[in-house]
C-alpha cells in the first residue's frame, strides 16, 4: 500500500496531472474573487474529473483515498486563506464584505432622483398602455404607467409623478 502512494505522483499522466493542478489552481482564484462562478465550479470539476480519471486509470482504492484525502486538506487550506482574506486581505476592502451587500451605499441615492426632471414634460405613447406601457420624449423610450385607464398608442402624454422608477403619466387633450 505504501509503494501505491508513492507511487502516485510517478507514475500519473500529465493528462490527470493538469487537471488537479488547474483545479487547484482556479480554486485559488476563486478564494480572491468570490462569486462561486465560473473559478469555483471550473475547479472543483477538474479535481473531480482529475481523480474520478485517476481512479478509473490506476484502478487503486488506496491511490483514490489518498488523492481525496490530500485534496480535502488542500480545499481546507484554501477555506481558511479565504476566510482570512474576507476579513484582513483583500476581500474585506469589497463593498459585498464592508456593507455586507453587493450593492453600493449610495445606489438608492443615485437613483432617487434619476427621472424627477421629466415631471410635467409631453411625450408620446409608442404603445397602447394598459395600464402600463411605453412612451418617448426627446428620442428617449421610457416605460410608464397611467392611474388605471387605458390609452391608445401614439397619443399625447404627460408625467405627472416619479417615485423611484415608476413614471405615472396621463393623457393630455391636444
Known amino acids: 500500500m505504501g509503494q501505491e502512494i508513492a507511487e502516485i505522483f510517478t507514475s500519473m499522466p500529465w493528462y490527470i496531472i493538469l487537471p ?7 480554486l485559488f482564484i476563486e478564494c480572491f474573487i468570490p462569486d462561486f462562478g465560473f473559478f469555483g ?28 484525502a490530500l485534496f480535502i ?28 451587500t453587493a450593492v453600493p451605499i449610495d445606489y438608492a441615492d ?12 409631453r411625450g408620446v405613447a409608442i404603445t397602447p398602455f394598459t395600464p402600463s406601457g411605453k412612451f418617448m420624449i426627446d428620442d428617449q423610450v421610457y416605460d410608464g404607467i397611467t392611474r388605471g385607464e387605458a390609452l391608445d398608442k401614439d397619443c ?16 393630455v387633450e391636444v
Open 20 to 26: 488537479l493542478c488547474l483545479g487547484v489552481l482556479f
Open 41 to 68: 465550479i471550473t475547479g472543483l470539476v477538474c479535481l473531480v474529473g482529475g481523480i474520478i480519471a485517476n481512479a478509473v486509470l490506476t484502478k487503486s482504492i488506496a491511490q483514490t483515498l489518498f488523492l481525496i
Open 73 to 100: 486538506v488542500v480545499l481546507f487550506i484554501l477555506f481558511l486563506i479565504f476566510i482570512r482574506s474576507a476579513k484582513y486581505g483583500l476581500i474585506s476592502k469589497t463593498p459585498f464584505v464592508e456593507t455586507k
Open 110 to 121: 443615485k437613483n432617487k432622483n434619476k427621472y424627477k426632471d421629466l415631471i410635467g414634460q
Open 156 to 171: 399625447v402624454i404627460k408625467v405627472i409623478d416619479v417615485e423611484g422608477n415608476k413614471i405615472e403619466i396621463e393623457k
